[in-house]
Protein backbone atom coordinates (compact mmCIF):
# COMPACT_ATOMS: atom_id res chain seq x y z
CA UNK A 1 0.00 0.00 0.00
CA UNK A 2 2.83 2.72 0.77
CA UNK A 3 4.02 2.72 -2.81
CA UNK A 4 1.53 4.66 -3.74
CA UNK A 5 2.88 7.32 -1.26
CA UNK A 6 6.02 9.45 -1.62
CA UNK A 7 8.54 7.79 0.36
CA UNK A 8 9.79 10.64 2.64
CA UNK A 9 5.99 11.02 3.45
CA UNK A 10 5.15 7.53 4.21
CA UNK A 11 7.59 4.99 5.35
CA UNK A 12 6.99 1.49 4.20
CA UNK A 13 4.08 0.51 6.66
CA UNK A 14 0.79 -0.89 5.74
CA UNK A 15 -1.63 2.19 4.56
CA UNK A 16 -4.00 1.87 7.78
CA UNK A 17 -0.64 3.10 9.69
CA UNK A 18 0.09 5.99 7.48
CA UNK A 19 -0.01 9.60 9.05
CA UNK A 20 -3.57 11.05 8.86
CA UNK A 21 -6.51 9.41 8.09
CA UNK A 22 -7.25 9.96 4.46
CA UNK A 23 -4.17 8.78 2.91
CA UNK A 24 -4.89 5.81 3.89
CA UNK A 25 -8.37 5.50 2.95
CA UNK A 26 -7.40 6.76 -0.69
CA UNK A 27 -4.26 4.28 -1.05
CA UNK A 28 -7.03 1.59 0.15
CA UNK A 29 -9.39 2.40 -2.84
CA UNK A 30 -6.84 2.72 -5.17
CA UNK A 31 -5.47 -0.97 -4.62
CA UNK A 32 -8.36 -2.36 -4.21
CA UNK A 33 -9.81 -0.59 -7.65
CA UNK A 34 -6.61 -0.57 -9.90
CA UNK A 35 -7.29 -0.71 -13.62
CA UNK A 36 -10.81 0.34 -13.33
CA UNK A 37 -11.97 3.58 -15.18
CA UNK A 38 -11.74 6.38 -12.03
CA UNK A 39 -12.15 10.19 -13.06
CA UNK A 40 -12.86 11.33 -16.70
CA UNK A 41 -12.60 15.36 -17.87
CA UNK A 42 -13.16 16.87 -21.47
CA UNK A 43 -9.15 16.39 -21.41
CA UNK A 44 -9.25 12.87 -20.50
CA UNK A 45 -9.44 9.87 -18.86
CA UNK A 46 -7.39 7.92 -15.94
CA UNK A 47 -7.76 4.55 -13.89
CA UNK A 48 -7.62 4.10 -10.37
CA UNK A 49 -3.79 2.87 -10.62
CA UNK A 50 -2.85 5.90 -13.22
CA UNK A 51 -4.38 8.51 -10.95
CA UNK A 52 -2.82 6.91 -7.80
CA UNK A 53 0.79 6.83 -9.81
CA UNK A 54 0.16 10.78 -10.71
CA UNK A 55 -0.56 11.74 -7.25
CA UNK A 56 2.69 10.21 -5.89
CA UNK A 57 4.96 12.09 -8.56
CA UNK A 58 3.05 15.51 -7.70
CA UNK A 59 3.54 14.58 -3.88
CA UNK A 60 7.09 14.25 -4.65
CA UNK A 61 7.23 17.76 -5.77
CA UNK A 62 5.57 19.49 -2.87
CA UNK A 63 7.52 17.69 -0.44
CA UNK A 64 10.37 19.92 -2.17
CA UNK A 65 8.62 22.92 -0.16
CA UNK A 66 8.82 23.55 3.70
CA UNK A 67 5.66 25.59 5.18
CA UNK A 68 6.00 29.18 6.62
CA UNK A 69 4.99 28.18 10.09
CA UNK A 70 7.69 27.60 12.52
CA UNK A 71 6.22 26.13 14.99
CA UNK A 72 6.37 22.15 15.44
CA UNK A 73 5.00 19.87 13.18
CA UNK A 74 3.25 23.04 10.94
CA UNK A 75 2.61 21.37 7.99
CA UNK A 76 2.12 22.83 4.18
CA UNK A 77 -0.51 24.49 3.72
CA UNK A 78 -1.69 24.23 -0.32
CA UNK A 79 -4.83 26.54 -2.09
CA UNK A 80 -6.43 24.83 -4.69
CA UNK A 81 -7.96 27.73 -6.97
CA UNK A 82 -9.54 26.06 -9.84
CA UNK A 83 -11.85 24.53 -11.87
CA UNK A 84 -12.93 20.53 -11.83
CA UNK A 85 -10.62 18.43 -13.44
CA UNK A 86 -8.27 15.29 -13.71
CA UNK A 87 -5.83 17.44 -12.44
CA UNK A 88 -7.56 19.22 -9.85
CA UNK A 89 -8.58 15.95 -8.33
CA UNK A 90 -4.18 14.95 -8.70
CA UNK A 91 -3.82 18.07 -6.74
CA UNK A 92 -6.10 17.11 -3.96
CA UNK A 93 -4.48 13.99 -3.57
CA UNK A 94 -1.28 14.39 -4.16
CA UNK A 95 -1.83 17.34 -1.16
CA UNK A 96 -3.00 14.45 1.22
CA UNK A 97 -0.10 12.38 0.81
CA UNK A 98 2.39 14.55 0.93
CA UNK A 99 0.96 15.19 4.24
CA UNK A 100 -0.06 18.71 3.42
CA UNK A 101 -2.96 20.35 3.73
CA UNK A 102 -5.56 21.32 1.22
CA UNK A 103 -7.43 24.55 1.30
CA UNK A 104 -10.14 24.43 -1.45
CA UNK A 105 -11.27 27.38 -2.57
CA UNK A 106 -14.09 28.49 -4.59
CA UNK A 107 -12.93 29.28 -8.53
CA UNK A 108 -15.71 32.30 -8.66
CA UNK A 109 -13.36 33.85 -5.95
CA UNK A 110 -11.47 36.99 -6.94
CA UNK A 111 -8.29 38.29 -6.48
CA UNK A 112 -9.80 40.64 -3.47
CA UNK A 113 -11.47 37.30 -1.99
CA UNK A 114 -8.63 35.52 -2.81
CA UNK A 115 -5.85 37.65 -0.81
CA UNK A 116 -8.07 37.36 2.15
CA UNK A 117 -8.40 33.57 2.22
CA UNK A 118 -4.60 33.55 1.98
CA UNK A 119 -3.61 36.29 4.24
CA UNK A 120 -6.19 34.99 6.85
CA UNK A 121 -5.22 31.06 6.54
CA UNK A 122 -1.19 31.30 5.70
CA UNK A 123 -1.02 29.89 2.73
CA UNK A 124 2.18 28.38 1.18
CA UNK A 125 1.45 27.43 -1.76
CA UNK A 126 -1.65 28.29 -4.60
CA UNK A 127 -2.40 25.65 -7.32
CA UNK A 128 -4.22 27.54 -10.26
CA UNK A 129 -5.19 27.60 -13.82
CA UNK A 130 -2.42 29.55 -15.70
CA UNK A 131 -4.23 32.34 -17.05
CA UNK A 132 -6.22 33.21 -13.39
CA UNK A 133 -6.37 36.48 -11.99
CA UNK A 134 -4.63 36.12 -8.62
CA UNK A 135 -3.89 39.75 -8.05
CA UNK A 136 -0.67 40.13 -5.52
CA UNK A 137 -1.82 36.63 -3.97
CA UNK A 138 1.53 34.96 -5.57
CA UNK A 139 4.93 35.55 -5.91
CA UNK A 140 6.72 36.33 -9.17
CA UNK A 141 10.39 34.35 -8.90
CA UNK A 142 9.98 33.34 -5.41
CA UNK A 143 13.51 32.55 -4.21
CA UNK A 144 15.25 32.19 -7.63
CA UNK A 145 13.17 28.58 -8.30
CA UNK A 146 10.46 28.25 -10.82
CA UNK A 147 7.79 27.78 -8.45
CA UNK A 148 5.11 28.52 -11.26
CA UNK A 149 6.67 24.96 -13.41
CA UNK A 150 3.73 22.50 -11.86
CA UNK A 151 4.25 19.81 -14.62
CA UNK A 152 3.17 16.96 -12.42
CA UNK A 153 -0.05 18.92 -11.76
CA UNK A 154 -0.98 18.81 -15.43
CA UNK A 155 -2.25 22.04 -17.02
CA UNK A 156 -2.39 23.46 -13.45
CA UNK A 157 0.14 25.90 -12.21
CA UNK A 158 1.87 25.64 -8.98
CA UNK A 159 3.40 29.18 -7.51
CA UNK A 160 4.33 29.94 -3.81
CA UNK A 161 1.77 32.48 -2.13
CA UNK A 162 3.20 36.18 -0.96
CA UNK A 163 4.43 36.20 2.85
CA UNK A 164 2.17 38.18 5.03
CA UNK A 165 3.70 40.04 7.83
CA UNK A 166 1.16 39.01 10.33
CA UNK A 167 1.53 35.48 11.97
CA UNK A 168 -0.76 32.75 10.42
CA UNK A 169 -3.19 30.74 12.95
CA UNK A 170 -2.18 27.46 13.84
CA UNK A 171 -4.26 24.28 12.52
CA UNK A 172 -6.10 21.75 14.67
CA UNK A 173 -3.68 18.28 14.85
CA UNK A 174 -6.13 16.12 13.43
CA UNK A 175 -7.21 18.65 10.45
CA UNK A 176 -6.64 17.39 6.74
CA UNK A 177 -9.27 19.25 4.74
CA UNK A 178 -10.65 22.79 4.77
CA UNK A 179 -12.99 24.59 3.26
CA UNK A 180 -14.82 27.37 2.82
CA UNK A 181 -17.99 29.45 3.53
CA UNK A 182 -19.50 32.79 3.73
CA UNK A 183 -19.90 33.38 7.08
CA UNK A 184 -21.16 35.72 9.31
CA UNK A 185 -17.50 37.34 9.75
CA UNK A 186 -18.04 39.01 6.04
CA UNK A 187 -15.44 36.49 4.92
CA UNK A 188 -15.27 33.39 3.54
CA UNK A 189 -14.73 31.15 6.70
CA UNK A 190 -11.95 28.80 6.57
CA UNK A 191 -13.88 25.79 7.78
CA UNK A 192 -11.22 22.61 9.49
CA UNK A 193 -12.41 19.26 8.85
CA UNK A 194 -10.54 16.40 10.13
CA UNK A 195 -9.55 13.37 8.23
CA UNK A 196 -12.34 11.30 9.94
CA UNK A 197 -15.18 13.65 9.50
CA UNK A 198 -14.47 13.56 5.77
CA UNK A 199 -13.91 10.20 5.28
CA UNK A 200 -17.60 9.68 7.73
CA UNK A 201 -19.21 12.15 5.19
CA UNK A 202 -17.99 10.15 2.16
CA UNK A 203 -18.85 6.22 3.30
CA UNK A 204 -22.12 7.68 5.23
CA UNK A 205 -23.09 9.21 1.87
CA UNK A 206 -22.47 6.36 -0.09
CA UNK A 207 -23.99 4.05 2.06
CA UNK A 208 -27.48 6.05 2.70
CA UNK A 209 -27.63 6.52 -1.02
CA UNK A 210 -26.79 2.70 -2.45
CA UNK A 211 -23.62 4.06 -4.43
CA UNK A 212 -22.02 1.26 -5.97
CA UNK A 213 -19.22 0.15 -8.44
CA UNK A 214 -21.23 0.28 -11.44
CA UNK A 215 -22.04 3.98 -10.91
CA UNK A 216 -20.70 6.55 -12.96
CA UNK A 217 -21.29 10.18 -11.83
CA UNK A 218 -21.95 13.35 -13.72
CA UNK A 219 -20.58 15.99 -11.68
CA UNK A 220 -22.11 19.61 -12.39
CA UNK A 221 -21.20 21.12 -9.05
CA UNK A 222 -17.92 22.14 -8.24
CA UNK A 223 -15.55 19.82 -5.84
CA UNK A 224 -14.55 22.53 -3.81
CA UNK A 225 -18.92 22.77 -2.92
CA UNK A 226 -20.03 20.78 -0.08
CA UNK A 227 -22.74 19.35 -2.73
CA UNK A 228 -19.70 17.98 -4.88
CA UNK A 229 -17.06 17.23 -2.31
CA UNK A 230 -19.37 14.88 -0.49
CA UNK A 231 -21.15 13.19 -2.84
CA UNK A 232 -18.80 12.71 -5.35
CA UNK A 233 -15.29 12.91 -4.62
CA UNK A 234 -13.81 9.86 -1.78
CA UNK A 235 -17.67 8.77 -1.87
CA UNK A 236 -17.19 7.36 -5.14
CA UNK A 237 -13.76 5.91 -5.12
CA UNK A 238 -15.46 4.15 -1.59
CA UNK A 239 -17.23 1.55 -4.59
CA UNK A 240 -15.02 2.05 -7.32
CA UNK A 241 -17.34 3.87 -9.07
CA UNK A 242 -16.31 6.66 -12.12
CA UNK A 243 -16.18 10.33 -11.65
CA UNK A 244 -16.79 12.11 -14.97
CA UNK A 245 -16.10 16.21 -14.48
CA UNK A 246 -17.00 19.12 -16.67
CA UNK A 247 -16.22 22.96 -16.23
CA UNK A 248 -17.00 25.79 -17.76
CA UNK A 249 -20.69 27.13 -17.65
CA UNK A 250 -23.21 23.79 -17.26
CA UNK A 251 -25.67 24.75 -19.79
CA UNK A 252 -28.27 22.15 -20.87
CA UNK A 253 -26.69 20.99 -24.18
CA UNK A 254 -23.07 20.41 -22.60
CA UNK A 255 -25.00 18.26 -19.55
CA UNK A 256 -26.88 16.36 -22.40
CA UNK A 257 -23.24 15.46 -24.56
CA UNK A 258 -21.62 14.55 -20.90
CA UNK A 259 -24.50 12.32 -19.78
CA UNK A 260 -24.28 10.42 -23.84
CA UNK A 261 -20.49 10.11 -23.74
CA UNK A 262 -20.30 8.53 -19.93
CA UNK A 263 -23.26 6.94 -19.71
CA UNK A 264 -23.62 8.39 -16.77
CA UNK A 265 -26.21 6.49 -14.04
CA UNK A 266 -26.11 9.68 -11.00
CA UNK A 267 -26.33 13.22 -12.41
CA UNK A 268 -25.23 15.86 -9.43
CA UNK A 269 -26.25 19.49 -10.11
CA UNK A 270 -27.63 22.57 -8.08
CA UNK A 271 -31.01 23.38 -8.83
CA UNK A 272 -30.55 26.26 -11.10
CA UNK A 273 -29.21 23.57 -13.95
CA UNK A 274 -32.12 21.38 -13.82
CA UNK A 275 -34.02 24.80 -14.17
CA UNK A 276 -31.82 25.70 -17.48
CA UNK A 277 -32.44 21.53 -18.46
CA UNK A 278 -36.55 22.14 -18.46
CA UNK A 279 -36.37 25.49 -20.63
CA UNK A 280 -34.51 23.59 -22.95
CA UNK A 281 -36.51 20.26 -22.78
CA UNK A 282 -33.80 18.17 -24.48
CA UNK A 283 -34.97 14.94 -25.54
CA UNK A 284 -32.26 12.24 -25.17
CA UNK A 285 -29.03 11.83 -22.69
CA UNK A 286 -30.90 10.60 -19.96
CA UNK A 287 -31.51 7.06 -20.50
CA UNK A 288 -28.74 5.62 -17.92
CA UNK A 289 -29.12 8.23 -15.09
CA UNK A 290 -30.90 5.75 -12.14
CA UNK A 291 -30.89 9.39 -9.93
CA UNK A 292 -30.56 12.89 -10.79
CA UNK A 293 -28.90 14.93 -7.33
CA UNK A 294 -29.99 17.97 -6.50
CA UNK A 295 -29.26 20.52 -3.21
CA UNK A 296 -27.29 23.72 -2.23
CA UNK A 297 -30.92 25.88 -2.71
CA UNK A 298 -34.04 25.29 -2.82
CA UNK A 299 -35.92 23.11 -5.78
CA UNK A 300 -38.76 24.58 -6.86
CA UNK A 301 -41.94 21.62 -6.88
CA UNK A 302 -43.14 22.68 -10.38
CA UNK A 303 -39.03 22.34 -11.77
CA UNK A 304 -38.76 18.77 -10.64
CA UNK A 305 -41.86 17.58 -11.51
CA UNK A 306 -41.94 19.16 -15.38
CA UNK A 307 -37.74 17.72 -15.27
CA UNK A 308 -38.88 14.14 -14.40
CA UNK A 309 -42.19 14.64 -17.14
CA UNK A 310 -39.29 15.30 -19.83
CA UNK A 311 -36.52 12.98 -19.09
CA UNK A 312 -38.15 10.40 -16.98
CA UNK A 313 -35.95 10.89 -13.81
CA UNK A 314 -36.75 11.67 -10.49
CA UNK A 315 -34.89 13.96 -8.51
CA UNK A 316 -33.60 13.37 -5.72
CA UNK A 317 -33.22 15.98 -3.01
CA UNK A 318 -30.01 16.28 -0.56
CA UNK A 319 -30.00 18.52 2.44
CA UNK A 320 -26.76 19.30 3.93
CA UNK A 321 -24.78 22.60 5.46
CA UNK A 322 -21.43 23.11 4.66
CA UNK A 323 -20.28 23.05 8.44
CA UNK A 324 -21.69 19.65 9.16
CA UNK A 325 -21.45 17.53 5.68
CA UNK A 326 -24.51 15.93 4.10
CA UNK A 327 -27.05 15.38 5.95
CA UNK A 328 -31.07 13.62 4.39
CA UNK A 329 -31.42 12.00 1.58
CA UNK A 330 -34.61 11.28 -0.79
CA UNK A 331 -34.39 8.41 -2.37
CA UNK A 332 -37.49 7.49 -3.85
CA UNK A 333 -37.59 11.48 -5.90
CA UNK A 334 -41.31 11.76 -4.65
CA UNK A 335 -42.78 14.29 -2.72
CA UNK A 336 -40.87 18.18 -1.88
CA UNK A 337 -39.09 16.73 1.14
CA UNK A 338 -35.75 16.68 1.40
CA UNK A 339 -35.94 13.09 2.93
CA UNK A 340 -34.57 11.32 5.66
CA UNK A 341 -30.91 11.44 8.00
CA UNK A 342 -28.30 9.89 6.55
CA UNK A 343 -26.33 6.98 8.48
CA UNK A 344 -24.53 8.77 11.58
CA UNK A 345 -26.31 11.89 10.99
CA UNK A 346 -28.99 13.16 14.29
CA UNK A 347 -31.42 15.44 13.21
CA UNK A 348 -34.07 17.90 15.30
CA UNK A 349 -36.27 20.12 14.19
CA UNK A 350 -37.46 22.35 16.66
CA UNK A 351 -39.71 25.79 16.74
CA UNK A 352 -36.24 27.35 17.08
CA UNK A 353 -35.07 25.88 13.97
CA UNK A 354 -32.96 22.87 12.92
CA UNK A 355 -30.52 21.22 14.68
CA UNK A 356 -27.91 18.59 13.83
CA UNK A 357 -24.75 16.48 14.77
CA UNK A 358 -23.10 14.29 12.38
CA UNK A 359 -20.39 12.17 12.00
CA UNK A 360 -18.57 14.66 9.48
CA UNK A 361 -19.01 17.66 11.47
CA UNK A 362 -16.50 20.35 11.20
CA UNK A 363 -14.41 21.59 13.62
CA UNK A 364 -14.27 25.02 13.85
CA UNK A 365 -13.12 28.03 11.17
CA UNK A 366 -9.68 28.65 10.90
CA UNK A 367 -9.97 32.26 10.32
CA UNK A 368 -12.64 33.46 12.81
CA UNK A 369 -12.29 32.37 16.35
CA UNK A 370 -14.94 31.16 18.39
CA UNK A 371 -17.66 31.95 15.69
CA UNK A 372 -18.53 28.33 15.06
CA UNK A 373 -18.76 27.33 18.29
CA UNK A 374 -21.03 29.88 19.20
CA UNK A 375 -23.54 27.83 17.28
CA UNK A 376 -22.41 24.86 18.59
CA UNK A 377 -24.78 23.47 21.79
CA UNK A 378 -23.76 21.82 25.26
CA UNK A 379 -24.73 18.56 23.42
CA UNK A 380 -23.05 18.80 20.77
CA UNK A 381 -25.51 20.21 17.75
CA UNK A 382 -25.09 22.60 15.18
CA UNK A 383 -27.15 25.46 14.39
CA UNK A 384 -27.75 25.13 10.79
CA UNK A 385 -30.15 28.63 10.64
CA UNK A 386 -32.74 26.91 8.59
CA UNK A 387 -36.22 25.86 9.98
CA UNK A 388 -38.23 22.89 9.13
CA UNK A 389 -40.39 19.95 10.33
CA UNK A 390 -40.16 16.23 9.95
CA UNK A 391 -42.98 14.80 8.27
CA UNK A 392 -43.36 10.89 8.00
CA UNK A 393 -39.60 11.08 8.86
CA UNK A 394 -38.63 13.02 5.92
CA UNK A 395 -37.41 16.93 6.26
CA UNK A 396 -38.82 19.88 4.85
CA UNK A 397 -37.63 23.16 5.17
CA UNK A 398 -40.31 26.52 6.28
CA UNK A 399 -37.60 29.26 5.83
CA UNK A 400 -34.60 30.45 7.72
CA UNK A 401 -33.67 31.84 10.69
CA UNK A 402 -30.24 33.47 9.79
CA UNK A 403 -29.89 35.83 7.26
CA UNK A 404 -27.72 34.46 4.77
CA UNK A 405 -29.19 34.46 1.27
CA UNK A 406 -28.87 31.09 -0.96
CA UNK A 407 -27.86 31.60 -4.37
CA UNK A 408 -27.76 28.76 -6.77
CA UNK A 409 -25.90 26.84 -4.08
CA UNK A 410 -23.94 29.69 -2.86
CA UNK A 411 -24.38 31.83 0.19
CA UNK A 412 -24.04 35.58 0.50
CA UNK A 413 -23.86 37.49 3.53
CA UNK A 414 -26.12 40.89 2.63
CA UNK A 415 -24.32 42.77 4.83
CA UNK A 416 -20.88 41.97 3.19
CA UNK A 417 -22.48 43.20 -0.03
CA UNK A 418 -23.99 46.59 1.46
CA UNK A 419 -20.86 47.68 2.95
CA UNK A 420 -19.12 47.10 -0.62
CA UNK A 421 -21.83 49.10 -1.68
CA UNK A 422 -21.81 51.86 1.02
CA UNK A 423 -18.40 52.46 -0.58
CA UNK A 424 -18.83 53.13 -4.08
CA UNK A 425 -18.77 56.86 -5.34
CA UNK A 426 -21.83 58.85 -4.91
CA UNK A 427 -23.57 56.19 -2.88
CA UNK A 428 -25.75 57.57 0.26
CA UNK A 429 -26.78 54.11 1.78
CA UNK A 430 -27.70 50.56 0.21
CA UNK A 431 -29.90 47.49 1.75
CA UNK A 432 -29.35 43.77 0.14
CA UNK A 433 -31.74 41.51 1.07
CA UNK A 434 -33.54 37.75 -0.89
CA UNK A 435 -36.04 38.21 -3.70
CA UNK A 436 -36.45 36.37 -6.82
CA UNK A 437 -35.48 37.00 -10.33
CA UNK A 438 -38.14 36.67 -13.44
CA UNK A 439 -37.69 32.90 -13.21
CA UNK A 440 -38.58 32.19 -9.49
CA UNK A 441 -35.43 31.94 -8.27
CA UNK A 442 -33.80 33.34 -5.36
CA UNK A 443 -31.53 36.15 -6.21
CA UNK A 444 -29.85 39.19 -4.28
CA UNK A 445 -31.55 41.92 -4.59
CA UNK A 446 -30.14 45.56 -3.57
CA UNK A 447 -31.53 49.33 -3.26
CA UNK A 448 -28.91 52.05 -3.29
CA UNK A 449 -29.66 55.56 -2.84
CA UNK A 450 -27.66 57.60 -4.79
CA UNK A 451 -26.80 61.13 -5.50
CA UNK A 452 -27.55 62.77 -8.72
CA UNK A 453 -25.41 61.02 -11.58
CA UNK A 454 -24.40 58.06 -10.29
CA UNK A 455 -25.67 55.12 -12.87
CA UNK A 456 -26.36 51.57 -12.23
CA UNK A 457 -23.12 50.35 -14.33
CA UNK A 458 -20.96 52.32 -12.02
CA UNK A 459 -22.05 50.91 -9.38
CA UNK A 460 -22.03 47.15 -10.89
CA UNK A 461 -18.40 48.61 -11.32
CA UNK A 462 -17.05 49.09 -8.40
CA UNK A 463 -18.57 46.04 -6.34
CA UNK A 464 -16.98 43.60 -9.49
CA UNK A 465 -13.66 45.19 -8.15
CA UNK A 466 -14.21 43.86 -4.88
CA UNK A 467 -16.62 40.86 -4.63
CA UNK A 468 -16.46 37.64 -6.72
CA UNK A 469 -19.14 37.63 -9.58
CA UNK A 470 -21.57 35.22 -7.56
CA UNK A 471 -22.07 37.67 -5.08
CA UNK A 472 -22.91 40.72 -7.33
CA UNK A 473 -26.74 41.76 -6.64
CA UNK A 474 -28.81 39.92 -9.99
CA UNK A 475 -30.96 42.67 -9.28
CA UNK A 476 -30.57 46.42 -9.00
CA UNK A 477 -32.42 49.35 -8.27
CA UNK A 478 -31.16 52.96 -7.76
CA UNK A 479 -33.82 55.13 -5.61
CA UNK A 480 -33.11 58.96 -4.25
CA UNK A 481 -33.93 57.88 -0.55
CA UNK A 482 -34.17 54.51 0.74
CA UNK A 483 -38.03 53.68 1.86
CA UNK A 484 -38.23 53.67 5.77
CA UNK A 485 -40.93 52.04 8.31
CA UNK A 486 -42.32 54.04 10.84
CA UNK A 487 -39.14 53.40 13.03
CA UNK A 488 -36.69 54.46 10.39
CA UNK A 489 -35.73 51.21 9.20
CA UNK A 490 -35.51 50.22 5.96
CA UNK A 491 -39.03 49.22 4.79
CA UNK A 492 -38.30 45.72 3.62
CA UNK A 493 -42.18 45.11 2.33
CA UNK A 494 -41.39 48.29 0.25
CA UNK A 495 -38.35 47.41 -1.17
CA UNK A 496 -39.60 43.96 -2.55
CA UNK A 497 -42.51 45.65 -3.86
CA UNK A 498 -40.04 48.17 -5.88
CA UNK A 499 -37.91 45.87 -6.79
CA UNK A 500 -41.17 43.65 -8.05
CA UNK A 501 -41.86 46.94 -10.16
CA UNK A 502 -38.39 46.96 -11.77
CA UNK A 503 -38.89 43.59 -13.19
CA UNK A 504 -42.37 44.26 -14.70
CA UNK A 505 -41.40 46.87 -16.58
Avoid at 13 to 33: D, Q, W
Avoid at 132 to 149: C, F, H, K
Wanted: contains cysteine.
Amino acid sequence: MSALLPADVAPAVPAAALPGVLPGVFAEAFARHGDRLAVTDASGSIDYAGLAERARAAADRLARYRPAGDLPGDRLRVGLYATNSVDYVVGYLATLFAGAVPFLADSAFGPFELSRIAEDCGLDLLLHAPGAELGTVVEDQPDGEDAADGGEFGALTLSRVRRSDAPRPQLLDDTEVCRFTSGSTGRPNCIEFSGAAVSAAAANWAKGTGLAADDRIACLAALSNGLAFNTSLLAAFLPGASLHLSHGLPTASRVVRLLESTAATRLVAFPALYESIVRRAPQQGFGAIRAAISSGAPLRESVREEFTRITGVPINNYYGVAEAGPLTYAADGAGTGLGAPLPGVHLLAEEQGIRVRSESMGSRYLNAPGVFEERVDAEGYYRTGDQGRLVDGALRLTGRTSRMVNVGGRKIDPIEVVEVLRTAAGVLDAVAFEAENRHGEPTLAAVVAVEPGVTAQSVRTHCAATLPAFKLPGLLHLVDEIPANSIGKPSIERLRRLVGELQSN
